[in-house]
Each structure stands twice: as C-alpha cells, then as structure tokens.
C-alpha cells in the first residue's frame, strides 16, 4: 500500500497500489565550522563564564529576553539545545552581554560560541532529526504558475483565494496553511473559471471583469505597454473566452462635486481602445461629463469583435504635447493627491482613468487556436472537429502519418474514438498536475467526469469537465507526500523521488515539475548526488527560477510592504505607484543577477552595480538614462552600494512623512541579522507623541526628536541597539532621495554599534554587516531553507544550517552553494513519520 502523509487532515490517504518500500537514510555527519580552541575554555569555564558575565539579568528572576541561565551547564548544552541556540545567535551577533554591560576581553565569546556549536553539532550528528510538517497545500502563487505550466493559460487567482497566511515571513509554510470551507469553495470556483478559459467556451454568457488603476499612479507620461503616442491610462492581458463580441468600458476620476477631473485645461482629449498594438477603438471624451449623467464619468466603446484567448489591452489617452509643464505651481507625480485642483484655471490637469471594464462575449462565434487549446487537445476526433481553426496546432508534435494532421495533430477516425482520445489527453494531463505517472485509478476518476460533461454535449465539454476536476483534485491542491511501508511511529525515512522532485521544483521555480524532472525521478536516480547536482543547476538556469527572486527574495525581504507606504505628496512629490513598482523591481533583479551569474551571496550589500530605469535614475541623480526598461548600471557613489541604498528597503522602512531609523534598524536586525528586538513595553508613548520643535520653535530632526523619545529609561536599554542602524541612513530620505538635511537641520549619521563599532553612513553601516557576516550567512540560510521547506526552522536545524554555511563558505558563498546544500541536507531528503499518539486512561 502507498501511504501519504497527510498529517494538518488527522488521517492518511490510502490508495491502492503496489510499492517497493524504501530504505530509511541516516543524515550525514558534519563538521561544524571552528575557530582555534582557547584550552582554558573547558566546560567549567564556560559555565563560570556565563555566571559571571549572563546570570545576572538571565536569572530565575530577571529573565530579560525570557531567558534565564540559572542553571545552565555547557557539558550538558547538548540536551538543552533550544537554549544553547539563542544564546549562539546573540553571541555571533556581538549583541551580548549588553552595550554598557561588562565584556570578557578578546576572542573569548566568538570561542564560546565555538565550543557551544561542537557541543550541538556533534550530539546532533549522532541523533539527527530532519523535522516534519503537516500537509502543504498550493497557495496562491504556486497554483497561479502550475495552472500556467499545466495549461499555458495566467489567471488571477486572488479574485477565488483568500489570501496566504504568512509565517516566519513566507506564504507556503505548512502548519498555518488551514483548509476552510471558504478556501475549498475558491478552489472550486477557479476551477470553473480556468477550464472555461483554457478550453474556450462557445456557450459562454457575457460577464464583466474589471482593472483597476492605482490611485498613486501618474497619468501624465506614457505607460509601459501602451502604444507610443500615449499617456496614462492601463495596459493589461486579457484571456476570452471566445470568439465574439465584446464592450469596453473605461471610467474616469472626478473631482469631489463629480466633474471631470482635468476636463478645464484640456477639452479635446481622446481615449484609445488597442488591442495587441492596433487601435481597436478611438473615443472622444466630453469635457462637461459629470457624475450626475445616465452614464456618470464612464466611456464605453461600440460592441468589437474579438479572438479566444490571451489578447494584450490599452486604454490610453493621445497624447497632446510633450514637454515640461510651464505653470506658477509644478504639478507633482502623484497628480491624484488633491482632485480639488482637478477644475481650477491656470494648473495643468488631465483626465485619469480610474478603471477599466470588458464586458461580454455578445454574438459568440467560435472558439480560435489559443496556446492552452495547443497545450491541452494533444489528439482530436473527427465529429469533434466543428471548426475547422481547432486543427491548427504548433509544428513538430511527434505523431505523423495515418490518423494525424499535417501539424501532427493526432485525429481519431470516428466518434468511438473519442474515449481513447480523452484518456491520451487526460493522462498527460493528470502525471504532470499530479507530478507522478498518473494511475488507472486516477484516469478512470477523471473520465467519469469526462463522460458526464460529454452526455448531451460535445468531446470539448467532457475534457472541460475533466480539467475543472482535475484542477479540484486533492492531488493537484495537495502535496501529499508518500510514507514507505514499515515506517514506525517518529522514525526518521528518505522521501521517495518523486516527493524530491516535487520539493525540489516548488523551491527553485515554484511549480510543477517539467517533464525532464518527472523522467528522472520516475528512474530513482534523482536522489543520487551527481544528477541532484546536474538538475539543480540546470533549473537554476532555467528563466522559470526568477522566482527565486519574484517569490524567495521578494518575501524574504519584505518587498510586499513597499506598496503599504504612500509618501506625503507635498513632501515628497517625485513619488507615485511607478516609482514603488520599480523600486520593487530594482532589488528582484540584483537578486536575480546573483542567481543567474551565481556570485557571492554578500554582493547584496556590497554590488557596485544596479538596476534602474528613468523614474529610478531621476531620485538617484544617474544620467543619461531615459525610458522604462531597466539598465545595468555602474555605481560611482559608494553609498548605494547593495540594497541598503535601494529605494525598496529605504521606503519600506518609512512612514509616510518621515524617515524612520526605528523601523530601518528594526528591519536589520529581523531581517538579516535575524536577531529581532523585544516588542516595546507597554504604554510608551510613538515617537509622534514627541515634539517636532523645541518651546523657542527650532525644528527638530528625526534624530533630535528621538534622542528626546529615549530619554524615558524603559525605552532606552533597546533603543541602544536598534537606533544605530538605522540612524546610519538618516541621509536617505522617505523615498531613497539623498539628502544632507532634515527639517533645515544637518543630517547627522554618527552612532555607535551596540559591539562598540563606530558608524558613520550607509558605507560604514555596511562594513559593519560584512564584519558580522557569519549573522548575515546563517541568517540568509535559515530563510532560505524554511521556504524550502515549508515549514520554520527550528533549534534542532541549526546544526545543519552551520553544515550549510561553512561548505558555502569554501564554495565562494555561491547562491548555489546554499541551494546545494539544503537540497543534499536531511532536512529536505528525509521526513520523520507522524509520532505515534496514546490515549491516558482515566484512574490508570
């Protein structure tokens, strides 16, 4: 019998099957990295070192951090591991004992730290645990990409998924991925809507899907992806369903008494509809529109016809003239902050689309070859063939000759065909979204549902049918993992390949497995090093392992917060939704370029090269850069070096009309040093609380303002530590912006480091975390293994992370060395089985 770990549902799927039990591995013994051993450090005077130097604010009753060290003895750290641990990470990270508190003079804690990680590692070698996690489910962005694999079609699944749940800061951890009815209804629903779309439906009924613009977003230069010779509007990707008839609606912004936002400067103003680069539709918009019209403020074009499939969309103004704006008052990019001044004289402002709407079909007349149809009807029957456009298919299909179309397309001869022909199609299907070679079971499950779609209507509608319950199936939206047979409660086991492929791709691309990958691991070759090693490297090639930077590093280090924050338009009014996008972007592609061209992992802080386009350039003061693509660019100012210069990380760290060195010094200590600082104590007043001048009316800095926020004594023992970092970029302002004032008073960067080490800007702070690097490896490592995982990494892990890091560190600190690393650890290869659970008997 198979089993499959399915552990968050309290049961196991059974399916029968036959199956040659795997042998359970053992974890390899590691040599943890070391620094020369002092010979007085003996256990006792490791001990007496910590009662001298960490007992006092660590004791039973002190318990600063929630720790205490009372009884800690290090020959016995080993079975205390959890609190050996933390005490590592403060210990590497120079962060204990206190700034201010008393220090053992040279090496004597990074040897400790030693002496405690020999003691770790080595017990952990001789009992290891490769962990576990309850079931994984695909989440959003993981069954986004595999139904784009699967069926070459995109959709947008936030409109049928609630969001992910995130856990040590990633959406595919296993233990807080519920299963809702709400969440089961979603699945569902997309289903529904993706196989309709993937196979075209000729008796779809006109619906409505709607684009939204972002408010933050400039509607006075051109938009990237609309035709030249335009401004504002929106450029999107729209899949029909089919052939037919469609409308498109675009409504505009208003001022706050329902005019025509722009309707006084400019009254001649026309709106294109462009689909795939051709006008499809030119509009003129009446300036005396208003809210209170049959229509309001929305435009909507005659009915056009339109194709099945993915068709690239515009909805743009023609632009009228191009050149700076000569007016007594500038206008700032973010033009929407004020819609007031949207009617006044004398301020150019032009109409905005707010959103846009494509409605239909009406009139359906076909349905066109699309790239999903290719991908999905490998063979059709001839009394399936109504139209005669769904033979197209791309050259170089490998069926030729007798029952095959010039194309290679395979044609069945007569209508009783059609059912070897919807089990070719449904068996490709189902071993690539199942990831494993589908079974007779499971085809036959899935032409029940073809037969069903099939009674009363046509061969497309029982592969449609097929498909939705396919995209259903819990073996799509689960990643069941198999339990060899004869594995006992708790027992450590090697994952078959087919769970290491499928780890593996979700890792590194975050879908399914491609069909090399499935070829190797149906072989049972996969776990082997050397091909492990090969398939590693060639995914790392593939364009599919941006993801490693659109979803690992994006994640990791919080690029989703950059939208949260919308600058003050009057204190910084070079920002709009294209600059935080391209911020955004602009750190996914340093991390990129560390991916593709495998360079040492530190060049994220010390690259002397970036990423920018015209809208970047323009805030870091870089000429001669002009458009919207990005640019390799040298860095000739030292201070933008890596991403502690890139605007991302800069406005993320901010509020929406200050710097804040708080949450920047936050930022660093979670998010690199992975060392995050206790919560504030409770009824301490924010920062705004502060003054912003003193009584005589001088203006404060953020610096001076937080110097009067730390005199409160329950605040000052953290600030300590956090401020200092961050204050090392108080030049950067909200938005990245270099400055060398605040508020009209110098910016002040001198601090110092809570190890002692004097800052002095962005290019000091940043030798500051080169000189802490061992912290910023291992904290690299741990994330990049719990997104591998799927699950957090726990004490029980550090030994392998260390393993991890040191062979990195020979390797050049490669991004590969880590992929490597973790991809060849236990923790990835092995799984420990369900412990077994016992019921206490009452009065027994």
């Not at 490297?537 to 993801?547: F, G, S």
């Not at 060195?661 to 301490?684: A, D, F, H, Y």
Request: with cysteine; charged share 25%.
């Amino acid at each position: 019998m198979k089993r499959f770990a399915l552990a968050g549902l309290g049961t196991a799927v059974l399916v029968a099957a036959a199956v040659t039990p795997a042998k359970p591995a053992m974890a390899v013994a590691h040599t943890p990295a070391t620094l020369p051993a002092l010979s007085t450090l003996t256990a006792d005077a490791q001990t007496a070192l910590v009662k001298q130097y960490c007992a006092g604010c660590h004791s039973e009753k002190g318990k600063a951090g929630g720790l205490t060290l009372a009884s800690f003895d290090a020959a016995h750290i080993d079975q205390s591991a959890d609190v050996g641990e933390k005490m590592i990470r403060k210990l590497r990270a120079g962060m204990m004992p206190p700034p201010g508190a008393r220090r053992p003079e040279g090496d004597t804690l990074k040897h400790f730290a030693v002496a405690l990680e020999t003691k770790i590692d080595a017990a952990a070698a001789l009992k290891p645990n490769p962990g576990r996690r309850t079931f994984q489910r695909l989440n959003r962005a993981e069954y986004a990409r595999s139904v784009k694999d699967l069926l070459d079609v995109d959709v947008d699944i936030n409109a049928f998924l609630p969001p992910d749940t995130m856990s040590a800061g990633f959406d595919n951890i296993a233990d807080v991925q519920g299963v809702s009815p709400t969440l089961l209804e979603g699945y569902l629903r997309a289903a529904a809507r993706i196989s309709s779309v993937a196979l075209g439906d000729r008796s779809a009924s006109p619906t409505e899907a709607t684009y939204k613009v972002p408010r933050t977003q400039s509607q006075m230069r051109h938009i990237d992806g609309t035709p030249w010779g335009t401004r504002g509007g929106i450029a999107v990707t729209h899949t029909f369903p089919a052939d037919g008839e469609y409308t498109f609606r675009v409504m505009l912004h208003g001022t706050p008494v329902g005019d025509l936002f722009g309707s006084v400067f400019s009254r001649n103003e026309q709106l294109e509809i462009s689909i795939n680069g051709e006008r499809a539709a030119l509009v003129d918009i009446d300036y005396r529109m208003s809210e209170k019209d049959k229509t309001g403020l929305n435009v909507i074009t005659p009915r056009l016809h339109v194709k099945a499939g993915p068709q690239r969309l515009a909805a743009a103004f023609i632009q009228k003239f191009d050149g700076v704006v000569d007016d007594l008052v500038a206008p700032i990019d973010y033009t929407l902050a004020d819609t007031e001044y949207g009617d006044s004289v004398g301020i150019t402002a032009l109409p905005h689309v707010r959103d846009f709407s494509i409605t239909g079909p009406y009139t359906v007349t076909g349905v066109s070859d699309t790239p999903s149809r290719r991908k999905i009807f490998l063979c059709r029957p001839v009394s399936a063939t109504t139209d005669p456009s769904t033979l197209r298919e791309p050259q170089g299909r490998p069926e030729q000759g007798r029952g095959a179309t010039s194309s290679g397309l395979s044609l069945a001869t007569s209508r009783g065909d059609e059912i070897p022909c919807a089990r070719k199609i449904i068996a490709q299907l189902a071993t690539q979204a199942y990831r494993r070679t589908a079974s007779n079971e499971d085809i036959e499950s899935l032409m029940q549902f073809y037969a069903d779609g099939r009674r009363g209507k046509d061969f497309e509608a029982g592969i449609r049918a097929a498909v939705q319950a396919l995209l259903a199936s819990p073996h799509f939206l689960f990643r069941l993992e198999e339990i060899p047979a004869g594995v006992k409660p708790g027992q450590n086991y090697r994952i078959t390949d087919l769970d290491l492929a499928s780890r593996l791709s979700y890792f590194v691309w975050g879908t399914i497995p491609d069909a090399e990958l499935q070829k190797v691991a149906a072989n049972t070759t996969l776990h082997t090093p050397a091909v492990l090693e090969k398939q590693v490297r060639r995914m790392l090639a593939d364009p599919k392992a941006e993801a490693m930077s659109t979803r690992f590093a994006s994640q990791w280090l919080r690029l989703q917060d950059v939208e949260k924050i919308h600058p003050d338009a009057l204190l910084f009014p070079s920002f709009d939704h294209g600059l935080a996008e391209s911020y955004t972007r602009e750190t996914e592609l340093l991390f990129d370029s560390i991916v593709r061209e495998d360079r040492d992992i530190l060049d994220l802080f010390t690259a002397d090269y970036t990423f920018v386009n015209e809208r970047i350039a323009k805030v870091y003061r870089i000429p001669n850069i002009t458009g919207e693509t990005f640019q390799r660019v040298k860095l000739a100012d030292e201070n933008r070096r890596g991403i502690l210069g890139h605007g991302s990380i800069l406005m993320l760290t901010s509020v929406a009309d200050r710097t804040s060195p708080v949450q920047r010094g936050k930022w660093i200590m979670e998010t690199l040093l992975g060392s995050p600082p206790p919560p504030p104590p409770p009824n301490v007043p924010p920062l705004e609380d502060t003054k912003s001048a003193t009584d005589t009316g001088k203006t404060l800095s953020v610096r001076e303002r937080m110097e009067e926020h730390r005199k409160n004594p329950a605040c000052a023992s953290c600030h300590r530590v956090i401020d200092p970092l961050g204050l090392a970029l108080e030049n950067f302002d909200v938005v990245g912006a270099w400055r060398i004032k605040d508020n009209g008073v110098g910016v002040d960067t001198a601090a110092k480091l809570y190890d002692g080490t004097e800052l002095n800007g962005p290019a000091s702070l940043r030798k500051a975390l080169i000189d802490h690097s061992d912290s910023v490896i291992r904290n690299f490592t741990e994330n990049l293994m719990a997104y591998a995982l799927g699950r957090r990494v726990e004490y029980y892990d550090q030994p392998a992370v260390r393993a991890i890091a040191k062979k990195a560190a020979q390797n050049g600190n490669t991004f590969s060395s880590f992929v490597l690393g973790i991809v060849n650890s236990a923790a990835f290869q092995m799984a420990k089985a369900e412990p077994a659970v016992t019921t206490e008997v009452a009065g027994k």
